[in-house]
């Protein structure tokens, strides 16, 4: 089983400031991770994914994360908030091997508030 | 973007009633997802689909059913609607399947059950 857990369920931040959104997971195998973004009234769409290779992975709108396999984190990190940043951001890990059909295990989701 | 909507985007319906929700996609993949989204919960997948006529379930299934009998349309049916049902309902669709694949979504669908 896997699952995946989001610290802070909101995170309030400066315009300017770094964003650090905390992403843990339980895998009894190699995950994959995902970071997903979701704007008001929308759907999610992705930010950026961890497959195999480079554990730094840059994605769209300035936004990286880092696998930990020691840590068995994710976080993602932005060094300068924008405004337009502010959004909700899930964490998602999907199991490799076997008839995964690519399902995905969501964390519980983190609020981002961007202050001016 | 890809080409995914959702349909109704907003319903209110009272408990007991039979509702479907219908997701229609244009990108002709193969690999369909219906997820519901409950604050403190994120996103729980409810049923999922690897082709035409195949489905499975997901982790919370109980109360839901689904249909596939195009590519292009996942259907999910509520038999007899309850409170605890009240929820945002997502729709995703995956070209591949594969644990690396990216899922791209619907704009969802609003449900209030009373």
């Known amino acids: 089983a896997q699952s995946v857990t989001q610290l802070g369920s909101h995170v309030s931040v400066s315009e300017g400031a770094l964003v650090l959104l905390r992403c843990n997971y339980s895998?009894?195998?190699?995950?994959?991770l995902f970071w997903y973004v979701q704007y008001p009234n929308q759907g999610l769409q992705l930010l950026l994914k961890y497959t195999t290779g480079a554990t730094l992975v840059k994605g769209i709108n300035g936004f990286e994360a880092e696998f930990k396999k020691s840590e068995t984190s994710f976080h993602l990190t932005k060094p300068s908030a924008h405004m337009s940043d502010a959004a909700e951001y899930f964490c998602a890990v999907s199991r490799a091997g076997g008839t995964s059909y690519g399902k995905l295990t969501f964390g519980q989701g983190t609020i981002l508030t961007v202050h001016p | 973007d890809a080409g995914i909507t959702q349909s109704p985007r907003h319903k209110v319906t009272e408990t007991g009633t039979p509702v479907t929700l219908r997701c229609h996609q244009t990108e002709n993949h193969r690999y369909m997802y219906w997820y519901r989204q409950d604050p403190g919960h994120g996103l729980r997948l409810i049923h999922y689909s690897y082709g035409v006529k195949d489905t499975d379930k997901g982790e919370v299934s109980d109360g839901y059913s689904v249909s596939r009998s195009k590519t292009e349309d996942f259907l999910l049916t509520l038999e007899s609607a309850t409170s605890s049902q009240t929820s945002v309902y997502f729709c995703?669709?995956?070209?591949?399947?594969?644990?690396?694949?990216?899922?791209?979504f619907g704009p969802g669908t609003r449900l209030t059950v009373l």
């Open positions: 995703a669709i995956s070209e591949s399947g594969q644990p690396t694949d990216t899922q791209y």
């Open positions: 895998s009894s195998v190699p995950p994959y």
